[in-house]
Protein backbone atom coordinates (compact mmCIF):
# COMPACT_ATOMS: atom_id res chain seq x y z
CA UNK A 1 0.00 0.00 0.00
CA UNK A 2 2.41 2.41 0.84
CA UNK A 3 4.46 1.88 -2.30
CA UNK A 4 1.49 2.15 -4.27
CA UNK A 5 0.69 5.63 -2.58
CA UNK A 6 4.57 6.80 -3.25
CA UNK A 7 4.14 5.82 -6.99
CA UNK A 8 0.87 8.39 -7.66
CA UNK A 9 2.82 10.81 -5.76
CA UNK A 10 5.76 10.48 -8.05
CA UNK A 11 3.18 10.48 -10.50
CA UNK A 12 0.94 13.45 -9.53
CA UNK A 13 3.92 15.65 -9.29
CA UNK A 14 5.38 14.48 -12.56
CA UNK A 15 2.07 15.47 -14.26
CA UNK A 16 2.33 18.91 -11.74
CA UNK A 17 5.56 19.97 -13.03
CA UNK A 18 4.69 19.11 -17.03
CA UNK A 19 1.44 21.19 -16.72
CA UNK A 20 3.58 24.06 -15.22
CA UNK A 21 6.93 23.44 -17.54
CA UNK A 22 3.80 23.75 -20.35
CA UNK A 23 2.15 26.61 -18.57
CA UNK A 24 4.89 28.81 -18.07
CA UNK A 25 5.96 29.14 -22.02
CA UNK A 26 2.12 30.22 -22.31
CA UNK A 27 2.13 32.77 -20.49
CA UNK A 28 5.40 34.37 -21.40
CA UNK A 29 4.60 34.36 -25.20
CA UNK A 30 0.68 35.48 -24.36
CA UNK A 31 2.63 39.22 -22.65
CA UNK A 32 4.00 41.28 -25.09
CA UNK A 33 6.25 44.23 -23.95
CA UNK A 34 8.62 45.99 -25.60
CA UNK A 35 11.92 46.44 -23.31
CA UNK A 36 13.22 50.06 -22.50
CA UNK A 37 15.70 49.93 -24.77
CA UNK A 38 12.87 48.83 -27.43
CA UNK A 39 10.74 51.93 -26.78
CA UNK A 40 13.67 54.04 -26.56
CA UNK A 41 14.52 52.67 -30.11
CA UNK A 42 11.20 53.47 -31.30
CA UNK A 43 10.48 56.63 -29.84
CA UNK A 44 13.25 57.94 -31.73
CA UNK A 45 12.77 56.32 -35.07
CA UNK A 46 9.52 58.05 -34.88
CA UNK A 47 10.98 61.24 -34.49
CA UNK A 48 13.78 60.89 -36.93
CA UNK A 49 11.20 60.11 -39.35
CA UNK A 50 9.39 63.17 -38.36
CA UNK A 51 12.24 65.46 -39.11
CA UNK A 52 13.25 63.97 -42.83
CA UNK A 53 9.54 62.39 -43.99
CA UNK A 54 10.22 64.49 -46.82
CA UNK A 55 13.47 63.00 -48.06
CA UNK A 56 12.24 58.89 -47.19
CA UNK A 57 10.22 56.82 -49.71
CA UNK A 58 8.60 54.85 -46.89
CA UNK A 59 8.37 55.02 -43.63
CA UNK A 60 7.92 51.89 -42.45
CA UNK A 61 11.03 50.07 -41.09
CA UNK A 62 14.01 52.39 -39.38
CA UNK A 63 17.41 51.75 -39.02
CA UNK A 64 18.83 52.88 -35.72
CA UNK A 65 23.05 52.51 -34.99
CA UNK A 66 24.06 53.42 -31.59
CA UNK A 67 27.68 53.25 -31.62
CA UNK A 68 27.39 53.86 -28.16
CA UNK A 69 27.47 50.02 -27.70
CA UNK A 70 30.46 47.80 -28.51
CA UNK A 71 30.75 46.20 -31.87
CA UNK A 72 30.03 42.63 -29.98
CA UNK A 73 26.94 43.84 -29.04
CA UNK A 74 23.43 43.72 -31.37
CA UNK A 75 23.36 47.70 -31.98
CA UNK A 76 22.00 48.05 -35.25
CA UNK A 77 18.24 47.93 -34.70
CA UNK A 78 15.47 47.63 -37.18
CA UNK A 79 12.57 49.53 -35.80
CA UNK A 80 9.12 48.58 -37.12
CA UNK A 81 7.14 52.05 -36.86
CA UNK A 82 3.67 49.49 -38.40
CA UNK A 83 3.56 46.59 -35.28
CA UNK A 84 6.07 48.35 -33.17
CA UNK A 85 8.94 45.77 -32.88
CA UNK A 86 12.29 45.84 -32.98
CA UNK A 87 14.50 43.14 -34.22
CA UNK A 88 18.81 44.36 -33.22
CA UNK A 89 21.63 43.07 -35.50
CA UNK A 90 25.59 43.28 -35.10
CA UNK A 91 27.19 45.97 -37.21
CA UNK A 92 30.95 46.58 -37.98
CA UNK A 93 32.38 50.96 -37.63
CA UNK A 94 34.84 52.06 -39.42
CA UNK A 95 38.75 51.32 -38.93
CA UNK A 96 39.21 55.51 -38.53
CA UNK A 97 36.79 55.84 -35.72
CA UNK A 98 38.40 52.88 -33.42
CA UNK A 99 41.95 53.13 -34.44
CA UNK A 100 42.81 51.10 -31.28
CA UNK A 101 40.68 48.20 -32.73
CA UNK A 102 39.31 47.53 -28.97
CA UNK A 103 35.76 47.52 -30.39
CA UNK A 104 34.53 50.50 -29.27
CA UNK A 105 34.03 53.82 -32.04
CA UNK A 106 35.46 56.92 -30.62
CA UNK A 107 35.26 59.61 -33.02
CA UNK A 108 33.32 60.15 -36.30
CA UNK A 109 34.28 61.81 -39.42
CA UNK A 110 32.87 63.36 -42.72
CA UNK A 111 36.35 63.89 -44.12
CA UNK A 112 37.13 61.96 -47.04
CA UNK A 113 40.15 59.51 -46.85
CA UNK A 114 39.57 59.34 -43.20
CA UNK A 115 37.82 55.58 -43.00
CA UNK A 116 35.52 56.30 -40.25
CA UNK A 117 32.35 56.09 -39.77
CA UNK A 118 29.64 59.16 -39.71
CA UNK A 119 26.81 60.11 -37.54
CA UNK A 120 23.62 61.62 -38.76
CA UNK A 121 20.70 60.28 -40.94
CA UNK A 122 20.76 58.41 -44.28
CA UNK A 123 18.52 57.20 -46.94
CA UNK A 124 18.77 54.06 -47.95
CA UNK A 125 18.63 53.42 -52.08
CA UNK A 126 19.47 50.86 -54.71
CA UNK A 127 20.77 47.31 -54.76
CA UNK A 128 23.54 46.95 -56.40
CA UNK A 129 26.76 44.78 -57.19
CA UNK A 130 30.19 45.78 -55.14
CA UNK A 131 33.65 44.65 -53.71
CA UNK A 132 31.12 42.61 -51.30
CA UNK A 133 28.38 41.71 -53.75
CA UNK A 134 25.11 43.10 -53.29
CA UNK A 135 25.09 46.59 -51.11
CA UNK A 136 23.08 49.00 -50.58
CA UNK A 137 23.84 52.88 -51.73
CA UNK A 138 23.53 55.54 -48.94
CA UNK A 139 22.54 59.33 -49.08
CA UNK A 140 23.77 61.69 -46.56
CA UNK A 141 20.70 63.51 -45.44
CA UNK A 142 23.16 65.67 -41.93
CA UNK A 143 25.69 68.25 -42.20
CA UNK A 144 28.06 65.58 -40.90
CA UNK A 145 27.64 62.63 -43.44
CA UNK A 146 27.23 64.73 -46.29
CA UNK A 147 30.51 63.25 -48.42
CA UNK A 148 28.57 59.34 -48.12
CA UNK A 149 28.53 59.38 -51.94
CA UNK A 150 32.06 60.54 -52.58
CA UNK A 151 33.18 58.42 -49.74
CA UNK A 152 31.25 55.17 -51.22
CA UNK A 153 29.99 54.79 -47.63
CA UNK A 154 27.54 52.25 -48.44
CA UNK A 155 25.97 49.14 -46.16
CA UNK A 156 27.42 46.10 -47.28
CA UNK A 157 27.78 42.05 -45.93
CA UNK A 158 31.07 41.05 -44.83
CA UNK A 159 33.04 37.93 -43.33
CA UNK A 160 34.12 40.24 -40.33
CA UNK A 161 31.00 41.83 -39.38
CA UNK A 162 29.82 37.48 -38.69
CA UNK A 163 29.22 36.76 -35.37
CA UNK A 164 32.07 34.22 -35.25
CA UNK A 165 33.92 36.84 -34.94
CA UNK A 166 33.09 37.43 -31.68
CA UNK A 167 33.55 33.43 -30.69
CA UNK A 168 37.49 34.50 -31.78
CA UNK A 169 38.17 37.83 -30.98
CA UNK A 170 35.88 38.88 -28.64
CA UNK A 171 34.68 42.04 -31.34
CA UNK A 172 33.92 42.18 -35.02
CA UNK A 173 36.33 43.49 -37.80
CA UNK A 174 35.93 47.34 -39.28
CA UNK A 175 35.02 48.50 -42.08
CA UNK A 176 36.34 51.93 -43.98
CA UNK A 177 33.28 53.60 -42.61
CA UNK A 178 30.22 51.67 -43.59
CA UNK A 179 27.43 49.76 -42.02
CA UNK A 180 28.87 46.28 -42.73
CA UNK A 181 26.51 43.34 -41.20
CA UNK A 182 27.17 39.85 -41.47
CA UNK A 183 26.35 37.92 -44.23
CA UNK A 184 23.39 36.08 -43.52
CA UNK A 185 21.64 38.93 -41.22
CA UNK A 186 22.26 41.51 -44.67
CA UNK A 187 19.54 39.67 -46.19
CA UNK A 188 17.28 41.36 -43.58
CA UNK A 189 18.77 44.70 -44.67
CA UNK A 190 18.43 44.10 -48.15
CA UNK A 191 14.35 43.00 -47.66
CA UNK A 192 13.51 45.54 -44.89
CA UNK A 193 15.72 48.11 -44.80
CA UNK A 194 16.58 49.39 -48.51
CA UNK A 195 14.42 51.03 -50.67
CA UNK A 196 14.04 54.79 -49.66
CA UNK A 197 14.00 54.37 -45.91
CA UNK A 198 16.00 55.83 -42.73
CA UNK A 199 18.89 55.21 -41.12
CA UNK A 200 20.11 57.31 -38.26
CA UNK A 201 23.55 56.45 -36.47
CA UNK A 202 25.06 58.29 -33.13
CA UNK A 203 26.46 57.36 -29.84
CA UNK A 204 22.69 56.95 -28.75
CA UNK A 205 23.06 55.32 -25.56
CA UNK A 206 19.92 53.57 -25.84
CA UNK A 207 20.58 50.86 -23.76
Known amino acids: MTNGMDRRKVLTGAVASAAAAIAAPRTAAAVY ?30 GIAD ?12 ANLENGSVRSFL ?4 RGSDPEHDGFLKTFSNEVGSLATSRGAYLTNEWYKGKY ?3 IRLTGLSPDNTNVLDRAIVLHPAWYANAAMLEKWGKLGRSDGCFAMGETDFNEALWHLSGGRLIFADRLGLG
Open 33 to 62: FPNEQHRRVLDLAKEKVEQHRSALWRTDIV
Open 133 to 135: GTS
Open 67 to 78: FAMPSSLPRFHF
Open 91 to 94: VAHG
